[in-house]
């Protein structure tokens, strides 16, 4: 599943409401972390790019929101999850701005893929140079 998450109500419903425009039916929910949403992984390419364009967009109101001090208790808190090797998902904690200045230049499916680069080389070490591979 692709993962979405947000720290303020308002973004995560207008991007929710946006999906079920685009004909998707995403999974949602008020967790712990943030307000979560979660697609299905084989989401068609093409609407992926636009998925995308909106979310970087709710992601800056998500962040206009907390600067106005309108942020929830859940807003200082953000969270990046890992798909270990066993089946296991965990959730790394990661501080907000650092996530959001990440995602302000890579697109969340970079980031996943950068993360689960880490993942592997941790639980799969390979002592052999880049070069050597």
Known sequence: ?????FFHERPWTL?????????LDPVSDHEEQGYM???PEDTD???????ET??????????ALFSAGQEDEHLHTAG???ALNDG???????EPELLGRLLQVVSTDELG??????VDAVENPDERSICRR
Do not use: C, H, P, W
């Not at 991007?15 to 004909?23: D, I, P, T």
């Open 1 to 5: 599943m692709l993962e979405y998450i």
């Open 45 to 51: 390419d093409d609407l992926m790019g636009a998925i």
């Open 54 to 63: 909106r979310y970087d967009e709710l992601l800056d109101l998500n962040e």
């Open 37 to 39: 949403v979660r697609l």
């Open 80 to 82: 990046i999850s890992v």
């Open 88 to 94: 296991r998902t965990v959730q790394a904690a990661v």
């Open 113 to 118: 893929r950068f993360v689960s680069a880490i």
């Open 15 to 23: 991007f929710v409401e946006y999906l079920r425009q685009k004909g």
